[in-house]
């Protein structure tokens, strides 16, 4: 099924187009006016440069009127193998079809809203018939039998027409469009980035990062580069304002040789505040009892961190190299 863009916004176009496996463009003079674009022609020449086949508009009250049209945009610079005229259904447009097709030029007949008009085109020779799905189903029409119906006439009459389903309004239409068994579907860009959005998908993926991640980077790699250490000499008051600073629940304490002493959390600050005195803020970091720290070697793997997390049950351990504290692994570094 060919996959066309419907937009006439250039930031949108050259957005879409970066996907590389778009098959064409669709648009409209209402979507160029909407956008404010006052030079019609030059825009058209633009696009025309900028994808691999342009579906564009070509006017007129009577056939002959829409070939010259078609033939005077041609001559703008387009060529006629990636150009496909977008031709309004009616009597005039179906003789101007087939004017064109006469010429070997590329027709859409669209604004098709009934079987009978597709017939026509179909045996005018139209290369694309175009129905409009959201705006049929505006009107309470049962749009997607009709499409259904068109793709059931050109497999059974053997037309060379493809029936392009248009007027796209969610991802659900695109699902209609796959199961119908459509030659071409045309999407505006907003529905074109959810067809490949899903939540178990998501999740997924960010499972396989994190996993990946755990098996192929090392602590000292994971580590933000933050190291809150105080030396034995601190005082309490000025250690707490450095670990409100950093942001951590603990803060790595080291003799004066840079040597661990140990590591202060939060949760001994409060057990040691109701038997602090007046002065308990003035005390020496170096005056409390240390007991050994979970603490994790730098060079390695994340498993091994992580593992160590569950086994604690602790949010943040300690860093070590060659036996000297270098910062602290949160347990939320895990994920990068």
Do not use: W
Request: overall charge neutral; aromatic content about 6%.
């Amino acid at each position: 099924m060919e996959l066309y863009l419907d937009s006439a916004n250039l930031k949108e176009i050259e957005e879409g187009f970066k996907l590389g496996f778009l098959n064409g463009l669709t648009t409209t003079p209402t979507f160029m006016q909407r956008e404010g674009i006052s030079n019609i022609d030059a825009t058209i020449v633009k696009l025309s440069k900028m994808v691999p086949v342009l579906q564009i508009e070509a006017l007129g009250d009577k056939a002959e009127d829409v070939l010259k049209e078609a033939e005077r945009l041609l001559k703008l610079g387009l060529d006629p193998k990636k150009t496909v005229f977008k031709i309004p259904v009616s009597l005039e447009g179906v003789r101007a079809c087939k004017l064109l097709r006469n010429k070997g030029y590329l027709v859409n007949v669209h604004l098709v809203y009934t079987l009978q008009q597709a017939y026509m085109a179909m045996q005018a020779g139209a290369s694309y018939v175009c129905p409009l799905v959201g705006r049929l189903q505006d009107q309470g029409h049962d749009a997607l039998t009709l499409v259904e119906q068109c793709v059931d006439a050109v497999n059974y009459y053997n037309y060379s027409t493809k029936i392009m389903f248009s007027s796209v309004r969610t991802s659900e239409h695109v699902r209609n469009a796959i199961n119908i068994g459509v030659h071409t579907i045309t999407v505006p860009l907003k529905i074109l980035k959810s067809l490949t959005e899903n939540n178990f998908t998501t999740l997924g993926t960010e499972q396989f990062i994190t996993d990946t991640r755990l098996m192929t980077v090392r602590v000292r790699e994971a580590i933000n580069g933050i190291n809150p250490i105080v030396k034995t000499d601190t005082k309490l008051g000025d250690a707490i304002v450095k670990m409100t600073e950093y942001g951590f629940g603990c803060i790595t304490v080291v003799n004066k040789d840079g040597s661990l002493k140990g590591v202060f959390t939060d949760g001994d600050l409060r057990r040691a505040l109701p038997k602090g005195g007046k002065d308990f803020l003035n005390k020496k970091m170096g005056d409390f009892s240390y007991h050994p720290p979970i603490s994790v070697d730098a060079d390695l793997l994340l498993n091994e961190a992580a593992d160590l997390f569950k086994k604690t049950k602790v949010d943040t351990i300690l860093v070590s190299s060659k036996g000297k504290p270098i910062g602290m692994l949160d347990i939320q570094d895990l994920k990068g």
